[in-house]
């Protein structure tokens, strides 16, 4: 069962254009026997791939989308809802603080404090912290026990959705570090 299966709306039962090997997951989002997240919908935030191919949702957004990033998929590359359809492939931590802090004496850096809570505060044990450097590599993805997908691409798209959030709540994400 997938990590979101706690968070099931109202399952829709007989959702239309769902293909027949899939089991009702929440709202336009099913979730696969093999354990696959997929929907119709389009995530709100498109992270500036080429073809459109990545965006992530923040799980509020309205759309119905559980939190995470997703990539699109095309009919004849895997399941395919009515043509085209977005599966869930990384999860999206919240970023709870950001803060300068010290490299060396000349030079400082941002650490991003990320959890999986969204009610964590800098501080707390759910907290990982994680430089931008780490979060382009996907090091950050150990500290909160969450495993990523060996897959660059999935690692590049994660990074930019976690720094793309973190500037949309208004943090800082400049260039060091």
Not at 113 to 140: C, K, M, N, Y
């Amino acid at each position: 069962m997938s990590a979101f299966a706690g968070r099931n709306d109202q399952p829709t039962r007989g959702a239309p254009n769902a293909p027949s090997n899939v089991v009702p997951f929440r709202r336009r989002v099913w979730e696969t026997p093999g354990g696959l997240v997929i929907t119709e919908a389009r995530p709100v935030h498109p992270l500036g791939s080429p073809r459109g191919k990545w965006a992530y949702a923040t799980g509020d957004d309205g759309d119905g989308l559980p939190r995470g990033v997703w990539c699109r998929f095309s009919e004849g590359r895997d399941i395919s809802v009515d043509g085209v359809h977005w599966r869930l492939l990384g999860v999206l931590p919240h970023v709870v603080h950001v803060e300068d802090h010290p490299a060396s004496p000349a030079r400082w850096r941002l650490v991003f404090h990320l959890s999986l809570q969204a009610t964590a505060r800098p501080g707390d044990r759910a907290v990982a912290f994680a430089s931008r450097g780490e979060i382009r590599s996907g090091r950050w993805s150990n500290r909160l026990g969450v495993a990523l997908a060996g897959d660059p691409a999935v690692v590049r798209a994660v990074g930019k959705a976690i720094l793309a959030e973190a500037q949309r709540a208004g943090f800082p994400v400049g260039d060091a570090g």
